[in-house]
């Protein structure tokens, strides 16, 4: 069996819908990138972290209703430090994994 690194997906979406995705080793790399956004109030963020990337299209409706947020997968959620704090509930479901908002951190 192939040996599968576990990394980090930061998949960010424009104002014009444009995604692209970066992976990111440590956090310090996906604090840049979101604070890198060209539009604060309309970029979106989906952090993911696990052995591969959904595919960008199932967080399209969520990112959507989430306009300058920062969308955490539960994989996500559960393994950021206990500065990041996310929503309590899920806001949605994408990929077949719940999606929380991002409230500080």
């Known amino acids: 069996m192939m040996a599968h690194q576990l990394r980090t997906y930061l998949m960010l979406r424009s104002s014009s819908g444009k995604w692209s995705v970066t ?4 956090l310090g ?3 840049n990138s979101w604070n890198m956004r060209t539009e ?4 979106v963020a989906v ?3 696990g052995f ?3 595919p960008l299209l199932e967080f399209e409706q969520i990112a959507k209703s989430h306009l300058g947020c920062v969308l955490l997968t539960a994989a996500a959620k559960h393994a950021l430090p206990n500065s990041f704090v996310a ?6 479901v994408a990929a077949n994994t719940d999606v929380f908002v ?4």
């Open 40 to 43: 604060p109030d309309l970029d």
């Open 102 to 105: 991002g409230l500080k951190g």
């Open 52 to 54: 591969d990337r959904p």
């Open 23 to 26: 992976v990111c080793r440590d």
């Open 87 to 92: 929503s309590a509930t899920a806001v949605g």
């Open 29 to 31: 790399v996906v604090m």
């Open 47 to 49: 952090l993911h972290i």
